[in-house]
């Protein structure tokens, strides 16, 4: 088949909607949960300390994606300012990370609110493979809906997404009058530590403000408009954040908080019943947003490593009938359904709440570590590159530069210290994730070499995509 082209679809409105959709995600009704239980009521706090780090990046990709308005902007930046070993193994870890770990989860989260909505259901065969089947389903739909088209997922993302916000703000904003501050003192039961250690998985809420960058060539006005997007979102998403943390810390007590709590918590204010569906549908469609965005973004990555030939060129290919790359979509829709059987497994031999927390960790320290890349990218722009920083139009200059890209990559370096110390499984994963993306690079450069083809000659060139 012929190889189609990218169609730029993509404007600020719809921008915003599929960003906020692809960050918020069911973790914002499934992990808060977990989390306030192991911090206490102040999590709400850690959300705010987890912004920090997230308007650092967004700032810096801010820069970055209006440098390189182009499909997998973050991947060529750093192979091309940095190295290409290491933007393989950058790519390599959030690619996997994120499908093996984050969408698995947001699946998940979608059979856990709709079984919520079925209290009937007992406790027979059919109950306990209700929310596997039906995170199987989600990631098989989502997967679909990104492969027939931008336009058709852009729509249907926007309108899944202002739902579930709507409900997430009736839910904080209407649940913080009604709070019962008895619930949040002391504000730190478990000690400040219980405080840092909750702010790298609560990160994994933030984590993606960077991913229109991966869609710049499917943006309209791109240079424009991905800082524009970038600064809404974050507004957006530091309110939602906030309001909803305080919320169900003061509508329940903490200790008492899990995976399904806002739809009890809601309906402390609001009807029992209404509450329990009107929750159920908002964190139904968070995590199908999620899953769609992170198909989307994660598929521009896995195109442009493609038309790089540090993957099989396969995934380099736009389809012609649909205008998606849609190989690239396949294969990320078939690692995530991998990682859902891994996760089931693991859910053989833990308990829910615990594999929550070590899957948001997880994803949270491989988009951390792109981060890091991300911000000394953005440092050498002017340096090797300037000609693309004079085509920016946003420019971090002066003192700034290097206050947003070396204190970023500071910050996000300490986290991913804290992540590792708190959560050494999630931190076996990266490394394991690192040594295997080593593995492959090698291997595949040395594959081309006997075809005569020289990875690095071809990684120092910047095609628009």
């Known amino acids: 088949m012929a190889e189609g082209k990218l169609k730029q679809e993509i404007t600020v409105f719809h921008g915003v909607l599929l960003l906020v959709g692809t960050v918020i995600g069911a973790s914002a009704f499934i992990l808060i949960g977990p989390l306030a239980a ?69 699946g998940l989260g979608v059979g856990i609110y709709l079984k919520a909505m079925l209290p009937a259901m007992g406790s027979g065969t059919l109950s306990q493979l209700f929310i596997p089947l039906v995170a199987l389903i989600s990631l098989i739909f989502c997967t679909w809906l990104n492969i027939v088209g931008i336009k058709w997922m852009m729509w249907f993302q926007s309108i899944a997404t202002g739902i579930a916000v709507i409900v997430l703000l009736i839910f904080g904003l209407g649940g913080s009058f009604f709070a019962n501050h008895s619930y949040q003192t002391p504000m730190f039961p478990l000690g400040l530590g219980a405080l840092a250690a909750a702010i790298v998985p609560a990160y994994i809420m933030y984590t993606g403000v960077n991913a229109m960058t991966e869609l710049g060539g499917e943006t309209k006005n791109p240079r424009r408009s991905i800082p524009l997007i970038l600064m809404i979102s974050m507004i957006l998403l530091l309110i939602v954040y906030v309001s909803i943390t305080y919320a169900l810390t003061g509508l329940l007590p903490w200790q008492e908080l899990k995976p399904d709590s806002v739809a009890p918590a809601m309906g402390k204010f609001l009807p029992v ?52 790359p849609a190989n690239s979509i396949i294969l990320l829709g078939a690692i995530s359904v991998f990682g859902l059987f891994l996760a089931l497994g693991y859910l053989l031999i833990t308990n829910s709440d615990s594999l929550i927390v070590e899957l948001a960790t997880s994803g949270s320290l491989a988009f951390m570590f792109m981060s890091v890349l991300g911000c000394i990218s953005v440092l050498l722009i002017r340096r090797k590159m300037p000609e693309r920083y004079q085509a920016a139009t946003f420019k971090l200059k002066g003192f700034w530069l290097p206050f947003f890209t070396i204190g970023g990559a500071v910050i996000f370096v300490g986290l991913m210290i804290v992540g590792f110390i708190n959560s050494p499984i999630a931190g076996a994963t990266i490394v394991l994730l690192v040594v295997t993306g080593l593995i492959y690079y090698y291997l595949r450069r040395w594959q081309l070499r006997r075809r005569g083809i020289r990875l690095e000659d071809r990684l120092s060139r910047v095609e628009e995509i």
């Open 273 to 324: 019943t209404f509450a329990l569906y009107f929750a159920s549908i908002g964190a139904v469609l968070a995590a199908i947003t999620t899953l769609i965005g992170g198909f989307a973004f994660l598929s521009r990555d896995v195109m442009a490593l493609g038309r790089d030939m540090v993957f099989p060129q396969i995934f380099g290919k736009v389809n012609k009938r649909y205008g998606t």
């Open 38 to 106: 192991k911090t206490g009521p102040t999590l709400w706090l850690a959300y705010v300390l987890a912004a920090i780090p997230a308007i650092f990046i967004a700032v810096v990709f801010a820069q970055l994606g209006t440098s390189f308005p182009m499909t997998g902007a973050t991947y060529i930046s750093v192979s091309r300012l940095l190295s290409p070993v290491v933007s393989l193994v950058m790519a390599w870890s959030v690619i996997l990370g994120i499908s093996l770990f984050v969408l698995p989860l947001m």
